[in-house]
């Protein structure tokens, strides 16, 4: 059996469509096989027909357009494949943003020992007096105090305080080297945390804060806790 498509009369622009050959006398939707074996009666036209699709294509997009969804669909919504990775504070500068006027933040690695990230885990470290230096195209946290390890041996334990190189790539080294020697900008580090299972430390760039612009600073820390209480003790 041989599918016949009817004719459309109506179109005879070529309008997304496609110029194919029909039968004049087929009103229905197949013919047999005598019909066939006999083609001489039958009469052909070439004529084009309009795309049935462009119809249905349509009417979804309007459909679609006043569909109203209580959550965007699967598909319009982005699946990253990259695994959300759990942050976990070790440890923070408190004295960083009172010091400092912090402006650009940057997350790097550390290059730390084994005993040193078994200390970190353990909490076991403080950013009090810790800076930041770039020395020969490398970034150093120095004075970042990492208590020694208790469980390991004498001969494998690490300097408390000793220079730690941060893992930078040469563009952010170079912006940072910049900053500090045209703009007179210090680098410092303001946390220390779990990205995952991997040490990240948050460094900042910073100018130091005058003495009237901390006290400044502390009047309107006093003027906050206040307003705080105020507010709790209302409602």
Known sequence: MLTAHPVCNSCWKRDSGSVSLFCKN?????LSSSALAQPQNLSWSARCVRNPWSEITRFNRQAFAQTKFSAPPRSLVCNSTAPVRPEKE?????RAKFDYELTDKFQCGIELKGTEVKAVRAGEVTLQDAFCTVDNGEAFVRNMHIARHHSAHAYDQHEPTRARRLLLNK????????????????????????????L???IAL??????????????????????????????
Request: with cysteine; proline share 1%.
């Open 206 to 235: 910073g100018r130091e804060n005058k003495q009237h612009d901390k006290r400044e600073a502390i009047k309107t820390r006093d003027i906050k806790k206040e307003l705080n209480r105020i507010t709790k003790l209302q409602y």
């Open 171 to 198: 563009r952010e080294i170079l912006r940072l080297r910049g900053k500090q020697e045209q703009a007179g900008l210090s680098i410092v580090p303001v946390r220390l945390y779990f990205s995952g299972s991997w």
């Open 90 to 94: 070790v440890c923070k500068n408190r």
């Open 200 to 202: 990240k430390l948050e």
């Open 26 to 30: 087929s009103h229905i939707n197949s």
